[in-house]
């Protein structure tokens, strides 16, 4: 951001301030920015496996083959009320979810052992189009379901509106309280405020201000049977 020294001498409310003071909050946008184009290229980028990160063919040892990608025909679903699958119905939108959740704790290792028996805490990660049915789904008591699922406990399930994810049938579920992330930030810097500011040789040659934010950082894949992504069709 560059500011006129005069603007900045006429500013006596202190906006120009608090713009600045923004450029750190776009920092979070930044991370939001990073792990969504992840996710959004999810079905092409390659992970440890050598494997698409949702792929429908992963392997290893004795797992057999695993899928991360799946798809939900909401219309052979038992439930009242039918929709499409860019506008379901809230019944449609649960018995999606719990089929996310289903195939994340059904995953096994290379020795053909549960992974995920423990898992208890799940965020769904919806395009915007999908928020609202997403939302309504999830605030309607489903424990009965999850409960037969979970041995007689209650799952956790957070919804994510994410306006960056461009899809339109589609969203993510991902295990949250295992150890090892289905997606990783990198972060090799904390971030800092940079300025060529007050008594500086840019004030002298310009006769104004420029500030910034830095950092080095970057997001990876993860563990793939921490995520699945379903689409409806």
């Not at 923004?22 to 996710?39: G, K, P, Q, V, Y």
């Not at 007689?152 to 309280?177: C, E, M, Y």
């Not at 090799?188 to 934010?213: C, I, M, P, R």
């Amino acid at each position: 951001i560059e500011v006129a020294t005069k603007d900045m001498r006429r500013d006596k409310s202190g906006q120009v301030m608090l713009r600045i003071a923004e450029l750190a909050d776009r920092t979070n946008s930044h991370w939001a920015s990073l792990l969504s184009t992840l996710i959004s290229n999810g079905e092409t980028l390659v992970c440890y496996d050598t494997q698409y990160f949702f792929d429908t063919d992963h392997e290893e040892g004795e797992s057999g083959v695993q899928s991360n990608k799946i798809d939900v025909d909401i219309s052979a679903l038992p439930v009242e009320v039918h929709g499409t699958p860019t506008v379901p119905s809230v019944a449609e939108m649960q018995q999606a979810i719990l089929q996310g959740v289903n195939q994340i704790v059904g995953f096994v290792d290379d020795q053909g052992e549960p992974m995920n028996e423990g898992a208890m805490e799940f965020l769904v990660i919806v395009p915007t189009g999908l928020s609202m049915v997403a939302r309504d789904a999830l605030s309607v008591q489903i424990g009965t379901a999850l409960e037969q699922r979970a041995a007689g406990s209650d799952f956790k399930l957070t919804l994510a509106q994410n306006p960056r994810l461009k899809w339109t049938d589609k969203f993510v579920v991902i295990r949250t309280d295992g150890r090892t992330k289905p997606l990783i930030r990198q972060s090799e810097t904390d971030v800092q405020l940079k300025a060529k500011a007050e008594g500086s040789e840019y004030e002298f040659d310009n006769d104004a201000h420029q500030y910034g934010v830095d950092t080095w950082r970057n997001v990876g894949l993860g563990l793939w049977q921490h995520a699945v992504l379903v689409k409806l069709v």
